[in-house]
């Protein structure tokens, strides 16, 4: 079996699942943190005490701050940086890159500067072509614990396809592949925006019909507005589509969900985000996915009516009624001759 040197950068929940993967598979894997006593206690206790605490991570796997060394010796460069902070890591990256390398984005979010994609980012600041996105339903507890899970890896570059596979695939791990990186990537980022509704909707003990429509609706909406964007209506089919969107949005273990449900208590949105020790990638989502739809024209009455309630202030109850009484439209996206009427 081919040996590769991998990089993680990020020393998060999934950041650790990738790098602790990678280990167990028998690849050289350093991972980089910038938190000094957070690389001095994984160094210490071979374990993510601040965000997997009880998961012993595999001997061979290494951590290091040293960034330039790490990015330098690395075959393929796996980057699970939140959005706010992965263009100026891959800036200070960036001097040590090879054009030969494959750099892999695991994050799921969108520049708010300018709406930019993860793959958009690392294309526009290594200049490197061998470019990948990694996203599914993977939330990283269950991965820990050895549960079985799949991924997808998307990617033009088959080679980095094949690369992936080989890096993270095992018994209980399997990566499919996928040529959409924009509908996988956006596929990844949409979805935080509906767990934060379906926590909210659990927090008001909404029953199973409630939550089975919110979750096609979901669907419908993000696919609406990512087709829209370019991507692959097909992609949502998939397991970086609807099976992403069916684990964040019925797991209490999810970020994003997990403040959908504190909002939904009556808890303000700066309590919720000053609580959460993980970034929630889905309350910025839903600001740039809101004014993005309105700027473009995109019906999208879920991601609206959130908005409304998490900076507005309005009643879920006047949002959701809002919403009951709209005109009617097709169950089905992409069916009726103008698909984009009305959710």
């Excluded at 990738?18 to 690849?27: C, D, E, F, K, P």
């Excluded at 010796?73 to 800036?91: H, N």
């Excluded at 019909?209 to 419908?220: G, I």
């Excluded at 939904?264 to 989502?285: C, H, K, P």
Aim: proline share 4%.
């Amino acid at each position: 079996m081919l040996s590769f040197n991998v990089a993680v950068l990020g020393g998060g929940s999934f950041g650790t699942v990738i790098a602790n993967l990678a280990a167990s598979n028998g690849h050289p894997t350093t991972l980089w943190l910038r938190d000094p006593q957070q690389l001095a206690d994984m160094r210490e206790k071979q374990e993510n005490t601040r965000y997997l605490p009880g998961f012993p991570l595999d001997p061979s796997l290494q951590f290091s701050d040293d960034l330039q060394a790490v990015v330098g010796q690395a075959d393929i460069i796996f980057v699970s940086i939140p959005s706010k902070a992965f263009r100026s890591v891959l800036q200070a990256a960036k001097p040590a890159l090879r054009p030969e390398q494959m750099l892999v984005s695991t994050t799921k979010g969108i520049e708010r500067a300018n709406f930019a994609l993860m793959s958009e980012i690392l294309r526009e600041e290594s200049g490197i072509d061998r470019i990948g996105v990694l996203s599914g339903p993977n939330l990283a507890r269950e991965i820990m614990a050895k549960q079985i899970a799949g991924t997808v890896i998307a990617s033009p570059d088959e080679a980095l396809r094949d690369t992936v596979h080989a890096v993270l695939s095992c018994t209980f791990f399997r990566v499919f592949s996928n040529t959409d990186v924009y509908g996988v990537e956006l596929s990844g980022a949409l979805k935080n925006i509906y767990a934060v509704a379906s926590g909210m909707a659990a927090a008001h003990n909404l029953g199973e019909n409630t939550r089975a429509m919110l979750l096609t609706r979901s669907l419908a909406e993000m696919s609406r507005f990512a087709v829209h964007l370019g991507a692959n209506p097909l992609t949502f089919l998939g397991l970086a589509g609807v099976g992403d969107l069916i684990a964040t949005c019925s797991s209490s273990l999810s970020r994003n969900y997990q403040v959908g449900f504190a909002i939904g208590q009556g808890q303000s949105l700066e309590d919720v985000v000053e609580d959460l020790e993980q970034t929630a990638e889905g309350i910025n989502t839903i600001q740039m996915v809101k004014h993005k739809a309105d700027e473009l024209g995109i019906r999208m009455p879920l991601v609206s009516g959130l908005y409304e309630i998490i900076f507005n202030g309005r009643s879920l109850y006047d949002v959701v009624l809002a919403m009951m009484l709209a005109s009617q439209s097709s169950d089905v996206e992409f069916v009726l001759p103008k698909p984009g009427d009305a959710s």
